[in-house]
């Protein structure tokens, strides 16, 4: 029997908190990309939105809008525009609010750069 | 930057200050509201049951949500137990694109389910990524149920999930609103 618990019926508590130590399995789960506004235009943009299966991509004139909450992690990003894209590590991604969601990232880079 | 800086001591200074008396004292339905979300998180904080509802998911979230009962994430120990029955459950745990044969037991389950309840969207297909609307799918949960929490991933990891969970019964805080995901141009200099 975990010590936890007996501590737990003394004190009264009957839950732990969250995960006192984070988890080493966490650095090897696939995450979302996180976008380098500098490597991107509007081509290298549309490349990106062309290639998700998820539609969690669109363009609205000089920003890319990534819907956090469509993308599946797969990675397509990354190998479609290299540089542009990179797993971004953040796994504790539940919103309150569904607009939480959805990151507008501008597009930095110059035309013909 | 001289000009900012006594606007920002200012500032500092006013959560010191002892707030006007008006302030002090709010509306009876606002500590009414106060108190009942007090209660809530309480009753919730100490135990709550999950009933899961796959919406034509391809059942890669609920092999997710069957980890959080295995020994490395047991979700027992933070008070959360899965139930059969929906009368039982204090939270509906959505996967799926939400196909429209489901309508009907999707309503029913909703309605079994006694208050206050939470319904957390679960999966990338539920929150309206995978799927688009058709004659076969709504294409997100939110077009049929109000959704309060949403839990992104394809499939989302049990430790998604449990976050998800502790940001639904309110204790833990919602960490994806303050993110950008642009990577840092310090970083990307430095290269």
Redesign the interface.
Known sequence: MAL?FLRGLRRGV??????ARS?D??AR?PT????????LDRSTADRLVAVC????LRREADVLV?????????GRCQDAVPGAA?P?G?????????A??V?R??LLREAGT | MTDGDPALSSQQDQPGVPPPASGSEPGPELAAGRQLSERIARQF???LHIRTLDTGSCAACEQEIRLLAAPHYDLN???FFFTPAPRHADLLMVTGPMVRAFDVAARKTYEAMPGPKIVVATG?CA????Y?PDAFVHGSV?EILS????????P??P??L???L???VD??A????G?????D?TQ?AAQ
Do not use: N
């Open positions: 936890w009957v839950t732990t908190g969250y995960p988890d399995s966490a789960l979302p990309p996180a976008f380098r506004p500098a490597a299966p998820s539609l969690a990534f819907d956090v909450g469509a993308c599946t992690a797969c990179a971004s953040e796994f504790e991604l539940a919103a309150t609010s569904r939480h969601l990151k990232i501008p | 904080g100490r135990s120990r933070l008070g990338a929150l309206g990524g995978v688009q939110a959704v309060d929490v949403w839990i992104p991933g394809c989302p990891s430790l998604t449990l976050q998800g502790l940001v639904a204790r833990l919602e960490k994806v609103g993110l950008s995901f642009a990577a141009e990307e």
